[in-house]
């Protein structure tokens, strides 16, 4: 069992690894529709691997990144839809 103290650096850690592993899936799978939200991830990431993290900033950081996900979810068939139809015009 983790004593008070031990527990948040370990939920940091946590956060850390997993902010890493997101960093590295965006890296992978997209380039330039992602860069905000990577730049955003990566500042969470260094801010949980802090000794002494800002909460505040965190939670500001990853509720910013949440929203970006969202709307590049709910935008993403609308863009798919738009590239579609311009290979159909042979635009692209």
């Known amino acids: 069992m983790t004593s008070g103290s031990e527990a948040p650096k370990q939920s940091h850690s946590s956060l850390a690894a997993a902010l890493a592993a997101s960093l590295k899936a965006i890296d992978d799978d997209y380039s ?3 860069r905000e939200l990577r730049g ?9 691997e802090k000794h002494e993290p800002n909460r505040d900033k965190l939670k500001a950081l990853l509720a910013d990144g949440n929203k970006m996900v969202q709307t590049f979810a709910a935008l993403d068939p609308l863009w798919q839809g738009v590239q579609r139809v311009s290979r159909m015009f042979g635009i692209l």
């Not at 955003?40 to 949980?48: G, Q, S, T, V, Y």
């Open 32 to 34: 330039e529709e992602m």
């Open 40 to 48: 955003i991830l990566e500042e969470a990431r260094k801010e949980a």
